[in-house]
């Protein structure tokens, strides 16, 4: 077997002769696999983690409020930029293309919902908030494409692409492409937290600083939560806070979140990879972890300047073994979250769950397409009506999965403000105006096919076949 060493070596000849990339980003590969090889640190010392105190995670409803004047709340804005993550496709959706040109609600698509927000924003108060898009190789020609059809907004949208590295073979150590992996199968996005090398060897960093721009607040693409906030933008300004993570109270949904910890002195972030197994169980708890971390990351601009020149942040790396065409790869990653602990001043915010609202699978795009949310603005809200602070539980079968299926099974969106849980199996189909309440399983026969009549009204109910409507 080859010693470490002889495969760091190995492995930078090989990555030399990588046409496909940057200097800058076969240095970045390089140094990320070196510290992985090296075995850094990753476990916490579990006696050593202390709850973080108010003053480090601060909660939203104790930071001060927002001038009135317009013209201060200009002059806030005017320092911000707004950066999505944008990296991510459809796939698991059943769609071609970047996850944020899956239409929403109103025929209108994560990015729509994204650049009208802004828009607004910057018409209100006379401001000029720019969109970053951080874009992978995967999403890059598409997104290039989509936004000119923004050409005529009042908002500035730059795009940058996050570092392409080589899929590693796991038995030997080689990138994917110098054994004869040419196309997009041989390279991966190193996770999120390769945005802050990103942004600034795309050369956006000293431009944005150069026009004053001071805080960026980053987020997940389709997080429908993630507006712009002014009171988190005015305390860190006020308060000289070089990284805001927004956390939320954690629920049973969230157990694998990761959340924030004091630890020797510093904030940081606590993933489950990193908890040893006898406390795992501890770790998912809602007593002892009590927020997760929502990825919506607010971060001083010379800040990340500062800490990228330096080399200094050195987040967690996150191996992510997978199998292409047979052969197992690796990937290393590293999560923007992580790096809370490089930064000064650090805190947390414990926001309200309404700046939580990802559109991970079909089942979330059912809550926002229905009556529980309404759109405004660009903006989604819960509707006043649901009483119940929590969403209801959706789980829809395969059928489902695809966003195509999901929209042709269901003439419209059910009414789903009083419901609790529904779950889906089979080959169900959804007339219209349908109204679900309570607890409702609908669960069609193996080969037979179930349809729900229009204007239904289904109130703790078990459906197993058209008898029981």
């Known amino acids: 077997m080859a010693t470490d060493a002889e495969k760091l070596t190995q492995l930078k000849s090989a990555v030399a002769g990588l046409n496909q990339i940057s200097e800058n980003e076969k240095n970045g590969f390089i140094n990320l696999v070196a510290r992985y090889l090296s075995g850094e640190a990753q476990h916490v010392e579990w006696s050593?983690?202390?709850?973080?105190?108010?003053?480090?995670?601060?909660?939203?409803d104790s930071l001060a409020p927002v001038p009135e004047d317009p013209a201060e709340t200009k002059k806030l804005l005017d320092k911000l930029v707004v950066l999505k993550l944008n990296g991510g496709l459809g796939t698991t959706m059943g769609c071609t293309g970047p996850k944020s040109v899956i239409e929403v609600r109103n025929g209108l698509t994560f990015l729509d919902l994204i650049v009208i927000q802004i828009e607004n924003l910057n018409a209100k108060y006379g401001c000029n908030v720019p969109l970053l898009l951080m874009n992978s190789f995967n999403t890059h020609d598409d997104t290039s494409k989509i936004i000119e059809k923004y050409s005529k907004s009042n908002v500035e949208i730059h795009t940058f692409n996050q570092s392409q590295y080589p899929r590693l073979c796991a038995d030997d150590f080689v990138p994917l492409p110098c054994k004869g992996k040419t196309d997009k199968d041989g390279w991966y996005p190193p996770g999120h937290g390769d945005v802050f090398p990103s942004l600034m060897n795309s050369g956006k960093l000293d431009a944005l600083i150069s026009q004053g721009k001071e805080y960026v607040f980053a987020a997940n693409a389709d997080?429908?939560?993630?507006?712009?906030?002014?009171?988190?933008?005015?305390?860190?300004?006020?308060?000289?806070?070089?990284?805001?993570?927004?956390v939320t109270p954690k629920t049973l949904a969230d157990v694998k979140g990761g959340t924030l910890i004091s630890y020797e002195g510093k904030v940081q972030l606590l993933e489950i990879a990193q908890v040893p197994d006898e406390h795992v169980n501890e770790f998912k708890s809602i007593e002892k972890f009590k927020i997760f971390n929502t990825n919506n990351l607010w971060v001083n601009l010379k800040a990340i300047k500062r800490l990228v020149e330096a080399d200094a942040l050195k987040m967690e790396i996150i191996p992510n073994p997978k199998e292409v065409d047979g052969i197992k790869v690796l990937q290393l990653e590293t999560a923007a979250g992580a790096a809370i602990r490089f930064f000064d001043h650090a805190i947390g915010c414990n926001v309200h769950r309404s700046r939580f609202l990802p559109v991970k699978a079909t089942s979330d795009l059912l809550l926002v397409q229905s009556d529980l949310y309404t759109l405004a603005d660009g903006f989604v809200t819960r509707n006043e009506a649901r009483k119940n602070p929590a969403n209801p539980t959706i789980e829809l079968g395969p059928e489902f999965k695809k966003v195509g299926n999901f929209l042709s099974r269901f003439k419209s969106i059910p009414s789903i403000i009083e419901l609790d849980s529904l779950k889906v199996t089979g080959d169900v189909w959804f007339g219209a105006n349908i109204t679900l309440k309570g607890k409702v399983t609908i669960a069609a026969k193996s080969g037979e096919k179930l349809e729900i009549p229009d204007g239904a009204v289904l109130e703790n109910k078990e459906i197993n076949g058209p008898g029981d409507l």
């Open 48 to 60: 050593k983690i202390q709850t973080p105190t108010d003053e480090i995670v601060v909660p939203y």
């Open 223 to 246: 997080n429908l939560g993630a507006i712009v906030d002014l009171k988190i933008l005015n305390h860190l300004i006020q308060n000289k806070n070089e990284y805001c993570m927004e």
